[in-house]
């Protein structure tokens, strides 16, 4: 896979897939431009090598119609004002208008275009679509690693039209965090899990037990494993039909010689919310009617304690509800073991992501992946199809 390094970007027209899919209010505030961020260093090396750049991006879910909620043109604002220095916005992505503005960049100019699901084209890799992006690039830049497990029009359908591609920084480096992480990792190597469902992560879970030392599991898909193993967990959030996969799983992991951390107690509250009743209970005394919510303060000791003398952490998901108050220490305690720890951290997920943010640890992670769906597809085995567009 060719980088920035291998590409003489002066005077050509370089099309960069960027991941601008960032929180916007209804006033055009970005909340959070971590993902903008990111791929600044791609741009300006772009920019300063003389390239005359057209970046495109999604933002949103806007089904293949004009939703002026999801327009770009606040997002160009907002790069123009990190970059100190214009970026131009087009109202559409493909057409007429846009090749002529394309045809009058000169070199170091800054074109974004509107967002690319406009058109439903987008998502269904279809082969016009992509020929009409291809259209306006000599050079053609993935730096999206959040959507490069899609096979879109942008991703992959340009690609393979555009005879000089590369990856951007970004994605180079996802892409060598991850070969750092599993194909040399210091061990040992930890795989610290949680979120919501295991069949989200099963596939991560079958192929890390090739490759970790141990497997931590926590959050709500514990409680799946929990029952797998014949403890009654209440009302707890359960797969029922991931039962024989959760136990299948376990008995993997122990014919493997892969120790499987799971909680021990957990915190439990009677509904769903901030104010319910809370208690900490060891999880076979877990009351019918309640549901586990957090992890408890042994199974913190003893996950903290499965981290201490890891060389290589990698974390997706989180330890509870930690959105609200009353479940969220034990998610946080876990984001200071793994910033404490003098691991390879790698943190991946929105939800991952924010509570290492909530945790203000950001600065003592070795990397935050800015990729969830692209970030597990990698932990089962997968290769992306942005990637292998680029090879």
């Known amino acids: 896979m060719k980088t920035l390094h291998d590409i003489q970007p002066a005077g050509k027209r370089v099309l960069l897939r960027a991941d601008f899919n960032v929180p916007m209010g209804e006033d055009g505030e970005i909340s959070d431009d971590i993902r903008i961020r990111m791929v600044l260093p791609t741009i300006r090396h772009i920019v300063a090598a003389g390239g005359r ?33 214009p970026v131009d916005f087009i109202d559409d992505c493909i057409g007429a208008k846009v090749e002529a503005r394309v045809q009058a960049l000169v070199d170091g100019e800054i074109l974004l275009l509107e967002n690319l699901r406009f058109y439903g084209q987008e998502t269904t890799n279809e082969a016009g679509f992509s020929a009409a992006l291809a259209a306006l690039a000599d050079i053609y830049v993935n730096d999206a690693f959040a959507v490069s497990h899609r096979a879109h029009a942008s991703v992959v359908g340009v690609a393979e039209l555009v005879t000089e591609r590369c990856a ?20 040992p190597l930890v795989a610290l899990v949680g979120g919501a469902k295991v069949s989200s992560k099963l596939g991560a879970l079958e192929n890390m037990l090739d490759k970790v030392d141990r497997m931590v599991i926590g959050g709500a898909m514990a409680n799946t494993f929990l029952k797998s193993q014949g403890i009654e967990v209440g009302a707890s959030l359960v797969e029922e039909e991931l039962l024989p996969a959760a136990r299948q799983l376990v008995a993997s992991a122990e014919t493997r010689g892969v120790q499987i951390y799971l909680p021990e107690d957990v915190v439990v509250a009677d509904r769903f919310a901030a104010e319910a009743a809370v208690r900490n209970v060891r999880v076979e005394d877990i009351p019918a009617g309640w549901m586990a919510l957090d ?11 499965a981290l201490a ?29 793994v ?27 070795s990397y935050m992946s800015t990729g969830g769906g692209a970030f597990l597809e990698l932990m089962e085995g997968k290769t992306l199809p942005g990637v292998a567009a680029l090879e």
């Open 53 to 85: 750049l057209i970046i495109c991006s999604h933002l949103g879910r806007p089904k293949g119609k004009v939703v002026a909620a999801f327009s770009l043109a606040p997002v160009a604002r907002h790069l123009a004002g990190l970059l100190e220095r």
């Open 168 to 187: 951007g920084f970004l994605l180079q480096t996802e892409m060598d965090y991850f070969h750092k992480a599993l194909a040399a990792p210091r061990r």
């Open 295 to 305: 992890i408890g303060p042994a199974t913190i000791a003893r996950f903290t304690g």
């Open 309 to 337: 003398d890891a060389g290589t952490i990698i974390w997706n998901g989180p330890m509870g509800a930690f959105e609200m108050a009353p479940f969220a220490r034990g998610t946080m305690e876990l984001c200071r073991a």
């Open 339 to 365: 910033a404490e720890s003098p691991a390879l951290s790698i943190v991946g997920g929105g939800d991952s992501n924010a509570a290492v943010k909530m945790a203000g640890q950001e600065e003592n992670i």
